[in-house]
């Protein structure tokens, strides 16, 4: 049995808020409501809901879910009905904002607005139709997943947030940027150098977007990763050309951009002649900044020299033992499997 007045009591003045989204918290103010709900009822155009608390003056009630239509409150109370009260309306979502305005498949975004709902509940988000994975819901906050999947293409695309799948926001525009290479700094190296990659729409970090770099189709190893910036180790390949590079992130591949691996080169030695044992000194480029960076080995008439010092200019060398007396013994410089070598800079090998 609830405590209350008489059925010609039962009132609703008024609701707080008048207008808002699917869930919205609303304040029913009026008399006679009763001090507990016991067996009372309080509706929602025609639907019952259930109250979030109850006192003789005030009822706080949330608007249905899955509601898309305006309408009145009504309190019942052993079989007497309030007054309907003043209508609430329903708002279609408002979107105001996405920040970051601009990025790549895979990529979190944050949209802002009002009447989203106060939980999903069969409502989604679109980007030129395609629904995003969404990671968190508020009635004015929603985190969501720029689609990968769908055969969405580069450019501005339309972001609209539908509520119970038939109220829609107003759209707003996000850039999709697909990844693309703008330079590759130097543009050619030995093997097992690290170039960076410049460009964008990389993608914040490798484990997030599934990001691989590609050097001649073989992958490479990677250092340092940004939207705009990767740095790649060269890998190994059976010889020295021009090769494709190529990333990708979030199953997106940018276009090629060429990029010379090199050989070893070598452009003088010194000194000639000189004697077993003794310090030679070679002069070039595309060694490699240290020897394990192809990694890089020296042989002088066929055995292996003992290294002293390796720049990517400059190795420094004992000539070994092992080679024989006379004229015109070749240097050979491997990095990383590619060797070079130049016939009219050979030494002489003296007692």
Not at 2 to 31: E, K, M
Not at 87 to 98: E, K
Not at 157 to 180: C, D, E, K, Q, T
Not at 230 to 259: C, D, E, G, L
């Amino acid at each position: 049995k609830n405590p209350v007045s008489t059925g010609s009591s039962l009132r609703i003045n008024s609701i707080s808020p008048s207008t808002g989204g699917p869930g919205t918290i609303v304040t029913i103010q009026g008399q006679g409501f009763g001090t507990v709900q016991g067996s009372s009822l309080v509706s929602y155009a025609g639907v019952t809901l259930t109250p979030h608390s109850w006192s003789d003056t005030v009822i706080v009630a949330p608007i249905p879910l899955n509601n898309t239509v305006n309408g009145a409150f009504v309190v019942t109370i052993g079989g007497n009905s309030s007054n309907p009260s003043a209508q609430f309306s329903v708002s279609d979502p408002i979107l105001s904002g996405i920040t970051p305005p601009s990025g790549t498949p895979g990529t979190q975004v944050t949209l802002t607005g009002q009447f989203f709902g106060v939980t999903q509940n069969g409502s989604y988000v679109s980007f030129n139709g395609q629904v995003s994975q969404v990671i968190n819901w508020s009635s004015n906050v929603i985190n969501c997943v720029v689609p990968t999947s769908g055969g969405l293409s580069p450019g501005n695309l339309s972001v609209v947030v539908m509520v119970n799948g038939n109220r829609p926001s107003n759209s707003l525009s996000f850039s999709l940027i697909f990844p693309s290479i703008s330079g590759i700094n130097p543009s050619s190296d030995n093997v097992g150098s690290v170039i960076t990659i410049n460009g964008q729409g990389f993608g914040a970090s490798q484990n997030q977007v599934g990001g691989v770099v590609t050097i001649g189709g073989l992958m490479a190893s990677v250092n340092f990763w940004s939207d705009y910036s990767i740095q790649a180790r060269v890998p190994q390949v059976p010889n020295p050309a021009v090769y494709n590079v190529m990333v990708t992130s979030n199953q997106k591949q940018s276009t090629p951009f060429p990029f010379t691996i090199s050989s070893p080169e070598l452009a003088g030695i010194l000194p000639n002649p000189l004697k077993r044992g003794e310090l030679l000194t070679i002069n070039g480029k595309y060694f490699g900044q240290t020897q394990s960076e192809g990694p890089g080995s020296v042989t002088i008439d066929g055995f292996p020299a003992s290294i002293q010092g390796w720049q990517d200019n400059q190795i420094r060398v004992i000539v070994p033992n092992g080679a024989s007396t006379g004229s015109n013994k070749t240097v050979l410089v491997n990095v990383g499997g590619l060797e070079g070598f130049r016939s009219d800079l050979q030494i002489n090998l003296i007692f």
